[in-house]
Each structure stands twice: as structure tokens, then as C-alpha cells.
């Protein structure tokens, strides 16, 4: 499809929209952290950690996103009026050909806060010092409430915020942190929030008024060791390699999920995620069927596409597989 699309262009036949842009070009994905290291350092060797009134700690297994690894826990004890707390993400990177910010957050009880917002800041380093001067650098704050494009049943909202957002930021290869801010104006307040999959993106259909957007990934083959995947497929209790391999990559594709349910599907949790779609539409990780009693000896797995606005799409299984 990429190839139709770079010759019609090449004869003129048509001009070069945000929507054939996209197509041409494909999402590169800057992770800057999924917290299941549960670590201070980021992904992209920042410091992350709040000031004095947040405290930071990490949600794991059922409570964290995915129902797997772990997920950045974040709480805010504001005691005076007109007060804000943060929780501050060191930017080691260059966000020149990003477009847009993406993570998952979970509310906790900011709805008991009146008056209380929570929002995401950015910090410009104007005078180029490698670091965040208040008064002298930029800095804007964007309410997280705002940019909710999706809601999920279990709580986790996702929030994608487009840089043209940001009205004042200019340079974005002087970019040193973000903050995660809680401000109240009108009392003391006490909210929880949880935070996983924080990353920037380079593809976002600016200019198209779009809530939804339909994936076009195509599944070449999706293999379980050196076999294709099918179900009623026996294996051992043991570490498993799972690969999916693409054959086109949807142009606002920002994670490939590859999961396992243990309940028949109602309920699935994360294997691994990948969010680098520049490897020529392999994926591949190892996979270890752990029973949770001797008597467990069946699972489902699949592969999912979800793109920026959190939609998803399966791109391999269900797959019931028996072990022993």
C-alpha cells in the first residue's frame, strides 16, 4: 500500500494530506517508561521523583496496567490551599521528530477534591544551560482531563496530547522534564493517580477530526516456538518462544500486546509489549506457562495492535493452548 501511494504521488495525481502523510510515514515511538523495572531511572536514563507532598511507588500483577508488570503509583497530600505538588521525569532525549505525548492513567480519588486539577508540564530549556531555570525558561501546563481519548471498563483512561497542545514550547530538542502536577485552589487536597506507558510519538493525524481510527495491520504468521500457532496445540511447562510477524504496519500503530488469559477470555494479562515498529515486523519474546495450581493446564493467547488513540485490534488468536 505504501508503494501504491509513493507512485501515485510521484505522478501528481494526488497532494500529500495528513492522511497520506501518515501512511508514508509510520509511528516511531520514544518509550520513556513502562515501570516494570520499578526503578527511579527512566528508560531513557532520566531521574523520575516527586517533591516533598508525592509520594511514588509502583502497582503490581492485578493492579497494575495490563494485569502484568508494574505501573507507576503516584500520591498527593496538599494541606494548604492554593498548593501544588509534582512528580518530575527527567528528559535525557531529543523530541524534534516526536508529535504528540501518550500514557495510560488511572484516577483515584480526585473526584473527593473539588477544586483540585491534575495536569502534565513542560519545560523548555530557553537559554540552553541543559537545564530548567523557573522565570527564566519555558514552561506550560496542560490539564490531563482534557485529552482523554479513550476509557477502558477497568478505570484506565488514555491520554494523548498532540505538541501543537503546547503553545508556548518552540524547541523541542530543549526539552530537560515534564512534571505530573496536582494543584488546588480552594482546599487541602488528597488524590491517587496510577501512570504506565509513558512515551512520545512521531505520527498524529493533525488536522483530521478523528475519534476513531480503524488499524490495517496485516498478520503474516504468528508462531509458538518453530510451529504456526493453532489451537488445541500441546506444550511443555516451559519457557516458549512467541512470534508474530507483520506484513504491513498500520501508520498509527503504537504498541503490539501480545497477552494470555487463564479464565476462558474474560480477563487477560500482558506478556510483553512492543512499541519499536521499525524491525521489519518482527516480534518476538519468551513466553513461560506458570500454573497457578497442579490442576491448571490450559491457556489463551493472542497478539494486539493498539494504536495512539488506545483502540485495539487482534492481529493473531485466541489461541487455546493445553500444557504438560
Not at 484516577?107 to 495536569?119: D, I, N, V
Not at 496530547?161 to 523541542?172: A, D, E, L, M, Y
Not at 498524529?204 to 516456538?225: C, D, V
Request: some cysteine; overall charge negative; hydrophobic content about 40%.
Amino acid at each position: 500500500m505504501r508503494a501504491l501511494l509513493v507512485g501515485i504521488l510521484s505522478l501528481g495525481f494526488l497532494a500529500p494530506s495528513p492522511l497520506v502523510h501518515a501512511l508514508l510515514q509510520g509511528n516511531e515511538t520514544l518509550l520513556v517508561d513502562n515501570y516494570d523495572d520499578q526503578n527511579s531511572t527512566n528508560l531513557l536514563a532520566g531521574e523520575s521523583r516527586g517533591d516533598a507532598d508525592c509520594l511514588s511507588g509502583f502497582l503490581t500483577q492485578g493492579e497494575a496496567f495490563g494485569n502484568g508488570g508494574a505501573s507507576l503509583s503516584l500520591e498527593y497530600h496538599l494541606t494548604e490551599p492554593g498548593s501544588f505538588s509534582y512528580f518530575r521525569v527527567e528528559l535525557a532525549a531529543d523530541l524534534t521528530e516526536m508529535r504528540y505525548l501518550s500514557f495510560w492513567v488511572k484516577p483515584g480519588a480526585l473526584k473527593a477534591a473539588p477544586g483540585a486539577e491534575f495536569f502534565v508540564e513542560i519545560h523548555e530549556d530557553t537559554n540552553g544551560d541543559q537545564q530548567f531555570a523557573p522565570g527564566a525558561d519555558k514552561a506550560e501546563r496542560l490539564a490531563v482531563n482534557r485529552f482523554v481519548v479513550k476509557k477502558r471498563e477497568d478505570g484506565w483512561e488514555k491520554i494523548v496530547i498532540p505538541f501543537s497542545g503546547f503553545r508556548k514550547i518552540r524547541q523541542w530538542n530543549r526539552i530537560p522534564e515534564l512534571l505530573f502536577v496536582l494543584e488546588t485552589k480552594r482546599q487541602a487536597a488528597e488524590a491517587k493517580f496510577a501512570i504506565d506507558d509513558l512515551l512520545f510519538g512521531s505520527n498524529y493525524p493533525e488536522g483530521l477530526a478523528i475519534k476513531e481510527i480503524l488499524m490495517q495491520n496485516r498478520t503474516s504468521s504468528f508462531r509458538i516456538g518453530d510451529e504456526l500457532a493453532d489451537s488445541g496445540m500441546k506444550l511443555k511447562s516451559r519457557k516458549n518462544r512467541l512470534s508474530l510477524a507483520l506484513t504491513f504496519i498500520d501508520p498509527y500503530l503504537e504498541e503490539v500486546r501480545l497477552e494470555e488469559s487463564r479464565d476462558g477470555g474474560r480477563t487477560w494479562r500482558r506478556i510483553h509489549s512492543f512499541y519499536d515498529h521499525f524491525t521489519g515486523g518482527m516480534y518476538k519474546t519468551e513466553w513461560e506457562f506458570s500454573p497457578a495450581s497442579p490442576s491448571e493446564r490450559e491457556a489463551l493467547v493472542r497478539a494486539l495492535g493498539v494504536n495512539l488513540l488506545g483502540g485495539e485490534s487482534e492481529l493473531a488468536g485466541p489461541y487455546h493452548l493445553n500444557f504438560n
